[in-house]
């Protein structure tokens, strides 16, 4: 056979070059000539080798990459048929082959473990020949007919290899004969497999590279997350679409420091000095600031950077998304705006489910009730509610749960001191996000201030309307006491008059000038020119006795008078009849039939060694009532009924304490236990003996 | 009540106060002493109030002091009486219809200077009226209603 053949031509030649230079082993020459021969194929075999290398590394897609290998192979072995079959999930699959039909290929399309040749190669990691697939015993029954069926007698399958030892898949060439192939072929057949080897594996890792960039582009361009990239400058490159969507710019505008221009002047040095600090010191941030949207709104965004590592660990920059929180934290801060308004209010704010379990509870209703909110979150709103109440519980609750409001609800709470406390409520139902009702919302106003205001300002108008009566009264009152005085005055100077009748016309004039004072005083013209004169106390009560003489004779009422003698007070005559007209017309009022009043005046002195009078009025009537007590001296309180005005302890009290002297009042409910009623007036109050008119 | 006109008070002798000693003046004499003194002038008093009660019975007992005491029921009648001749005292209520007490005097300041002036009121009311007065210049007196006739003879002295 012509050895100058070339390997190369075809792969009938090449079987037949073999067969040639086995026969020419016998002589030394055809020895020379064969050994000649195998270096021109070494060479051959080498620049085909080169050849093919060149070829692979220009081949830019995956499966022509393969089919390239596959033909080399094919070549290199000068076998008849051949497959290359990478390892995919533990399995390996058929990704190019050469000579075969469907049957071979549906059969090996995907070979596990060491069902075949192949299976047992890629389990070993090392080459598998078979000379001949008719008997050798690796083969099942099946695959055998398969192989045989497809023309494949004998084969060779050559794993390939990564640099870092990974078993990649493999190639192998199949012979229509029964054969092996020689050494040289094998030595080329492992050149071509690491060469492939390491193309196969590059080009994976390429092809996965790209599928995971492809993946990250297509993941952020759908996300709703705005997406930046920095590279190790700081400058950013990329934005997705939301980003760029969001301000209403342009990669060209936002690239580099472009984007910084959107950010709310008040936020930008911040914001820039966390994203270059974080940057230098290649930590994750967060931050939170306000981006100018395309409407030109500034919203706010939540910024996480995270810097980008390659597999190898080198910085690469930042890669961060940003979410549009704008909205969440106007809600956060219009909750926390009414949070803050419901803590302050003056008002106590509380929650509760429809179970009247307490679900929250403001600082005011801390204060109005006396506990804390960890003491009634968790609670039932009963423990506010005085027992003989709690029935408004339900009844607030109907109206809850059927949606009804419930405005101004006058009642009373209880404050944990046991304090009732007077409330105004206003209830309102609490609905969830689908417009269930899941609760209510109270206000409760403490009115117990205003309540005690209203009644002291209804006394008060009480008052002011009395002395707009009064006033009018007044002017009526004093023109006719004018003339009675005149007339009686009149009187008074006729001559011849009877003397019984002048000691009469005396005591008028007398008692019409107390009249005309009373009305003064008590009938708003008070222009008292009368002034503080010493008055001898037995003569007091005795002209005011001598007034009420019939009164106490109608009811047989005995007068018990205890004065000391030379008792002396220094008063205005007029109020001090006044006073004790008041209280012995008091005491006659309260007393039975048969009774008795005792009227008693002595001196006492005083914790800082003033001396004084006093002067007791004391019955033997009923008593006053507990509740009536403290109402006693306010005006317009009577228990009499028809014939009281109200006006006359009062009066006592006022013209007491204007005399410097003080008001007591001792009293038991009971049958005859009484009423006394002790004035006292000290003696500095006392003018000079020539002050006193 | 019947009793109110001036006709049905007791009937007073107009001679009585020509009579009066000035000597016992502010202190009642008896009518003897008023009858010796008719050369002596008696101090000539208008006593103007709307309540004719009033005017009548202050008139009445002044005149038993031995003032030239007259009653008039409004301030145009006062006034027209100061014109005839000017009065030594004016004694008038403040609260009246029409003119008040406070426009009467004044204007019988104008027609008689020397008239002493002494203003009766049963109301609180009339304290504006006086400070206006006093603000013009007038010292007037006020007494409150009611006045006791000691007090008034007092003021008048």
Same mark, same amino acid.
């Given at each position: 056979m012509n050895e100058s053949v070339s390997m190369t031509s075809s792969r009938e030649s090449a079987v037949r070059q073999d067969s040639d230079l086995r026969t020419a082993e016998l002589n030394p020459e055809a020895r020379l000539e064969e050994l000649a021969s195998r270096l021109t194929q070494e060479l051959e075999t080498s620049q085909q080798l080169q050849q093919?290398?060149? @070829?692979?590394?220009?081949?830019?897609?995956?499966?022509?990459?393969?089919?390239?290998?596959?033909?080399?192979?094919?070549?290199?072995?000068?076998?008849?048929?051949?497959?290359?079959?990478?390892?995919?999930?533990?399995?390996?699959?058929?990704?190019?082959?050469?000579?075969? %039909?469907?049957?071979?290929?549906?059969?090996?399309?995907? +070979?596990r473990d060491t069902e075949s040749a192949c299976g047992a190669t890629l389990s070993q990691g090392e080459r598998?020949?078979? %000379?001949?697939?008719?008997?050798?015993?690796?083969?099942?029954?099946?695959?055998?007919?398969?192989?045989?069926?497809?023309?494949?007698?004998?084969?060779?399958?050559?794993?390939?290899?990564?640099?870092?030892?990974?078993?990649?898949?493999?190639?192998s060439t199949y012979y229509r004969e029964s054969k092996r192939p020689d050494d040289r072929e094998l030595r080329a057949l492992d050149v071509l497999a690491r060469l492939a080897a390491n193309l196969i594996d590059r080009k994976q890792a390429e092809d996965a590279l790209r599928h995971s960039e492809q993946l990250f582009r297509v993941v952020t361009e759908a996300s709703p997350v705005l997406v930046w990239m920095a590279g190790t400058d700081k400058l950013c490159f990329y934005f997705n679409k939301r980003w760029l969507e969001f301000v209403g710019r342009t990669l060209e505008q936002e690239a580099g420091n472009g984007w910084v221009e959107n950010v709310h002047p008040d936020d930008f040095d911040r914001c820039l000095q966390v994203y270059t600090s974080c940057f230098d010191t290649r930590v994750s941030f967060q931050m939170e600031y306000r981006l100018r949207h395309h409407s030109g709104q500034y919203r706010w965004i939540l910024d996480c950077g995270v810097p980008r590592y390659t597999p190898e660990g080198i910085f690469e920059g930042y890669v961060g998304g940003c979410l549009d929180i704008h909205d969440k934290k106007e809600a956060a801060e219009v909750r926390h705006r009414l949070a803050a308004i419901v803590e302050?209010?003056?008002?106590?704010?509380?929650?509760?489910?429809?179970?009247?379990?307490?679900?929250?509870?403001?600082?005011?209703?801390?204060?109005?009730?006396?506990y804390t909110a960890e003491e009634m979150i968790g609670q039932s709103i009963l423990k506010i509610i005085p027992p003989e109440l709690?029935?408004?519980?339900?009844?607030?609750?109907?109206?809850?749960?059927?949606?009804?409001?419930?405005?101004?609800?006058?009642?009373?709470?209880?404050?944990?001191?046991?304090? @009732?406390?007077?409330?105004?409520?206003s209830i309102s139902p609490?609905?969830?996000?689908?417009?269930?009702?899941?609760?209510?919302?109270?206000?409760?106003?403490?009115?117990?201030?205003?309540?005690?205001?209203?009644?002291?300002? /209804?006394?008060?108008?009480?008052?002011?309307?009395?002395?707009?009566l009064a006033a009018t009264v007044a002017h009526e009152i004093n023109n006719p006491l004018e003339s009675v005085t005149n007339f009686v005055y009149l009187a008074k100077i006729s001559p011849e008059l009877p003397p019984n009748i002048r000691r009469y016309l005396d005591y008028a004039d007398q008692e019409l000038s107390r009249v005309a004072h009373i009305a003064r005083q008590t009938l708003g013209f008070y222009r008292d020119n009368s002034r503080p004169e010493t008055l001898e106390v037995s003569r007091i009560v005795n002209d005011v006795v001598s007034i009420y003489q019939r009164k106490l004779e109608n009811k047989n009422i005995s007068l018990v008078r205890r004065i000391d003698s030379d008792l002396k007070i220094c008063a205005v005559q007029g109020e001090v009849k006044q006073v004790l007209s008041n209280l012995l017309a008091n005491a006659i009022d309260a007393s039975d039939l048969d009774s008795q009043i005792s009227i008693s005046a002595r001196r006492i002195s005083g914790v800082d060694g003033r001396s004084g009078?006093?002067?007791?009025?004391?019955?033997?009537?009923?008593?006053?009532?507990? %509740?009536?007590? !403290?109402?006693?001296?306010?005006?317009?309180?009577?228990?009499?009924?028809? +014939?009281?005005?109200?006006?006359?302890?009062?009066?006592? !009290?006022e013209l007491v304490e204007k005399a410097g002297g003080s008001i007591r009042l001792h009293s038991r409910v009971g049958h005859r236990s009484g009423t006394a009623v002790g004035l006292s007036f000290w003696l500095q109050n006392q003018l000079p003996a020539d002050k006193v008119i | 009540m019947g009793l109110l006109s001036f006709g049905q008070l007791p009937v007073v002798d107009v001679s009585w106060h020509l009579l009066t000693d000035?000597?016992?003046?502010?202190?009642?004499?008896?009518?003897?002493?008023? @009858?010796?003194?008719?050369?002596?002038?008696?101090? @000539?008093?208008?006593?103007?109030?709307d309540e004719r009660l009033v005017a009548d019975t202050l008139s009445e007992i002044l005149r038993r002091f031995q003032y030239d005491a007259l009653p008039f029921y409004n301030g145009e009648t006062a006034i027209a009486a100061a014109r005839e001749q000017c009065p030594d005292f004016v004694l008038s209520d403040v609260i009246m219809p029409r003119l008040n007490g406070v426009e009467t005097v004044l204007k019988i300041r104008e027609i008689c200077p020397r008239t002493r002036v002494i203003l009766l009121s049963g109301n609180a009311a009339t304290a504006n009226l006086l400070a206006e007065a /006093?603000?013009?210049?007038?010292?007037?007196?006020?007494?409150?209603?009611?006045?006791?006739?000691?007090?008034?003879?007092r003021h008048l002295q």
């Open positions: 093919v290398s060149i @070829r692979l590394m220009q081949v830019a897609e995956f499966p022509q990459l393969l089919n390239e290998i596959l033909d080399a192979a094919i070549d290199i072995s000068h076998a008849d048929m051949g497959n290359l079959q990478l390892l995919e999930g533990g399995s390996l699959k058929i990704t190019a082959h050469r000579g075969f %039909e469907t049957p071979f290929l549906e059969f090996f399309q995907l +070979v598998l020949i078979v %000379e001949d697939v008719a008997h050798n015993p690796i083969y099942g029954t099946q695959a055998r007919e398969v192989m045989l069926a497809a023309g494949a007698r004998a084969v060779q399958s050559t794993p390939l290899i990564s640099h870092s030892g990974r078993v990649l898949g493999m190639f302050s209010s003056n008002d106590a704010i509380i929650s509760k489910d429809l179970n009247s379990v307490v679900t929250s509870w403001n600082k005011r209703a801390e204060r109005v009730f006396g709690h029935q408004d519980e339900d009844m607030i609750l109907a109206n809850i749960r059927s949606g009804r409001k419930i405005d101004h609800f006058e009642t009373v709470r209880l404050a944990k001191s046991g304090e @009732r406390i007077d409330v105004s409520l609490v609905r969830d996000e689908h417009g269930n009702i899941v609760g209510a919302a109270k206000i409760a106003r403490d009115v117990s201030e205003s309540k005690k205001l209203e009644r002291t300002l /209804h006394m008060t108008e009480k008052i002011a309307a009395a002395g707009r009078v006093r002067l007791i009025v004391a019955d033997r009537g009923e008593g006053i009532a507990p %509740e009536h007590k !403290k109402k006693l001296f306010v005006p317009f309180f009577t228990t009499k009924k028809d +014939v009281g005005t109200g006006l006359g302890l009062w009066i006592t !009290k | 000035v000597g016992l003046k502010g202190t009642a004499v008896n009518e003897s002493s008023e @009858r010796r003194d008719t050369a002596l002038r008696h101090p @000539r008093v208008l006593v103007v109030d /006093h603000s013009e210049g007038h010292d007037f007196q006020l007494l409150a209603k009611p006045v006791h006739p000691d007090e008034l003879l």
